[in-house]
């Protein structure tokens, strides 16, 4: 029997029953609604709303459930629609009259807010550590290549020279915005739902700062329509994840590329490579390329969750029981992308020689050039024209800038001197970019100190 069956002269058809109901995949929240309930019954104990002694009962009968759930001692019933009711089933069963007071002040709606609310807040730290975990082998990383020269890319032609480490703290900035991302999404799951109801509250005079505190809320919402109409949080945190997945799918792409045959800059572990069922010789990175392809089913869900909500009337929906398959496969992913990520980065090996030889080529220091005839007077703009004119005379000639004669130099412009031999060697491009954010082996090596503190 339904727990809600009192008006109804029919039971259920199966194919309502089935489609209906969410136990299939909200019983992952059955700690949340346990532990909700629990501080929910202490609270209308002490309020005097229920009998201490039911309070005790029930709270004491709720950790067995939850202890029974965990030693796989009970199966979940597809009639009993969700968690909720088949916690709250579980619980009349085994002690009767005091069991079916727990909802008192309650409805699914608020209890199913505070359910994710709590269940978001522990996969957000999760998903955090696993980011911590992620910077900290690239800073490590990049500590250890501080002057591994490779060539920085716009277009994916090699521009300026870089360092790897300066183009590995790149993405550690990213992952830290992600990570802050997520604490500021944290700090608004951290509001304790409890008390709104249905929609409009409750008469009776419940303590829902006791309740939150309880939980370990940092404060109460403010109003009952939007506390159990809302689902923001769990967008927000949806979006958190999708620019990381953003991210990690750049990195990965560049990681498919740096280790092709073409790129060659790394090679990944046998333990994080995958080989080909008909060509011997492969060597693939498929986890850059799942993680690149995941990608998309994040984006999907945020967006599945987007139009979910669009153009819902106040306050619940049954629209919103679809929030939790979207929000649960995103956190699944990430969780799953994120360790076997970090592991394929922390063995990759690093060919120092390769990424050097491709930023000694393609004229990658052709700005110190122009840069190197401002410093001695000519104007920047035709300092550009000059030093264009140049490497497109090397070009012709097949040579690089740093194998022009003086006379060669000085037929471009006569402000050349000896000087410039040195000023275009890739080392002095890279470490005379002293400015903060720059690849300089002193300022990198500085924001990794920062970033270490940080940690
Ligand atoms: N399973 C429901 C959900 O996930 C719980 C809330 C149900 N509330 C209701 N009024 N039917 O949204």
Request: aromatic letters at 8%.
């Amino acid at each position: 029997m339904k727990l809600w069956s009192g008006r109804f002269s029919k039971s259920t058809d199966p194919l309502v029953d089935d489609f209906n109901s969410s136990i299939r995949f909200d019983s992952r929240l059955y700690k949340y609604d346990i532990l909700g309930s629990v501080a929910h019954a202490k609270m209308l104990g002490k309020c005097g709303i229920i009998s201490e002694e039911e309070s005790s009962l029930i709270c004491k009968m709720l950790l067995e459930i939850l202890a029974d759930i965990e030693n796989g001692k009970i199966e979940f019933d597809i009639d009993a629609e969700d968690i909720h009711m088949n916690i709250e089933k579980i619980l009349i069963s085994r002690i009767g009259e005091a069991g079916k007071k727990l909802h008192t002040g309650r409805s699914r709606n608020d209890q199913v807010a505070l359910d994710m609310r709590m269940y978001l807040k522990d996969e957000n730290i999760k998903i955090r550590e696993m980011i911590t975990e992620l910077i900290t082998v690239l800073i490590n990383i990049a500590e250890k290549n501080l002057d591994v020269i490779m060539p920085g890319y716009t277009h994916l032609q090699r521009a300026q020279p870089v360092t790897f480490a300066h183009h590995l703290m790149a993405y550690v900035q990213m992952l830290l915005r992600d990570r802050e991302r997520l604490s500021d999404c944290y700090a608004r799951l951290n509001v304790m739902p409890l008390g709104s109801c249905a929609l409009a509250g409750t008469t009776y005079n419940l303590d829902r700062r006791m309740t939150a505190i309880e939980l370990g809320f940092d404060s109460i919402t403010e109003n009952s329509i939007d506390a159990v109409s809302d689902r923001d949080f769990v967008l927000e945190m949806a979006f958190c994840l999708s620019v990381l997945m953003m991210h990690l799918s750049r990195f990965s792409e560049e990681i498919v590329l740096w280790c092709s045959h073409e790129f060659s800059f790394i090679e990944l572990d046998d333990a994080f490579s995958t080989g080909s069922s008909i060509m011997p010789q492969k060597k693939n990175p498929d986890v850059a390329e799942l993680v690149r392809g995941k990608t998309g089913r994040v984006y999907g869900s945020l967006m599945a969750l987007l139009t979910m909500m669009k153009a819902l009337p106040l306050a619940y929906n049954k629209d919103m029981q679809e929030d939790k398959e979207a929000v649960f496969d995103s956190i699944d992913t990430v969780k799953m992308c994120l360790p076997v990520f970090t592991g394929m980065i922390k063995t990759m090996k690093i060919n120092r020689g390769n990424m050097l030889n491709a930023a000694r080529s393609g004229f990658t220091n052709a700005t110190d050039i122009a840069d190197y005839l401002v410093k001695k007077g000519v104007p920047f703009r035709d300092s550009h024209n000059i030093t264009g004119k140049l490497v497109a005379y090397c070009i012709e000639h097949k040579k690089d800038i740093s194998e022009l004669t003086m006379e060669e130099f000085k037929s471009f412009s006569p402000v050349f001197e000896d000087d410039i031999y040195s000023v275009i060697t890739l080392e002095a491009c890279v470490n005379g970019r002293k400015l903060t954010g720059g690849p300089a082996n002193e300022i990198v090596k500085a924001s990794i100190e920062k970033v270490k503190k940080l940690l």
